[in-house]
C-alpha cells in the first residue's frame, strides 16, 4: 500500500471517530437518583414547550421518567390569570404528531387534581403522569414531535411544536432509553 493511500485511510478513520464523538449525545437529567430504600433507580428530564408570554395561554413543559425499567412522560401546564378547579379524569388522552406524520397517544395514569397558588399572580398547575412503552419512546425519539394535544377540563392545550423543541423532545426521548 501506497503512503498517501495509508495516510488517507488513517484521516478518513480519523475523521469517522471525530463525526461519532461529535454526534455522541451527551445527556443531562433533572434527576438520577438511586432511591436508598427500594434501590429503584430514577431518571427524569424535562422540556419546556413554551412561556408564559403575557396571555392566558398555560405554560407547558414535557418530560420523561424511567423507575428502573417503567417508562413515563410527564406533562405539566400552567394557566395563568385564574384558579380553577377542575380535576382531570384518569385515562385522559395525551396526543403528539411525530415528524413523520404518525400520532402517538398516551393516557393518564389517575385523575389529576390541580394545585392552586399566588406568586405574583394567580396560577393553576396540571401535573400529570402517562405510562408510555419503549416502542413509543423510540418513535419519538427517532420522529420529532410537531404538535401537541391534551384536554385540560374544559379547555385545550394544543401547540405546534417547532423543529427546535421538537428536537429537545427527541433528544429526551432518546436519552430516557440510556
Sequence with gaps: MKKTTKILT????FLFVFTLQLSAQKCKFDTNTIDPITNEVKKKNKVFINNYNGTNKPLGEIGF????????????NVIYGQLTKEILPKNEPFKMKLSNGEIVTVYSQEECIPVEQIV???????????????ATLRKIAENPPTFIHANLGS????????????????NAAACILQ
Excluded: C
Design 10 to 13: 488513517l484521516g478518513i478513520l
Design 65 to 76: 421518567e424511567k423507575i428502573n425499567e417503567n417508562y413515563f412522560l410527564v406533562s405539566r
Design 120 to 134: 405574583q399572580s394567580i396560577e393553576t398547575s396540571y401535573i400529570r403522569k402517562f405510562d408510555i412503552d419503549v
Design 155 to 170: 379547555r385545550v392545550y394544543e401547540r405546534e411544536i417547532s423543529s427546535k423543541i421538537g428536537q429537545k423532545i427527541a
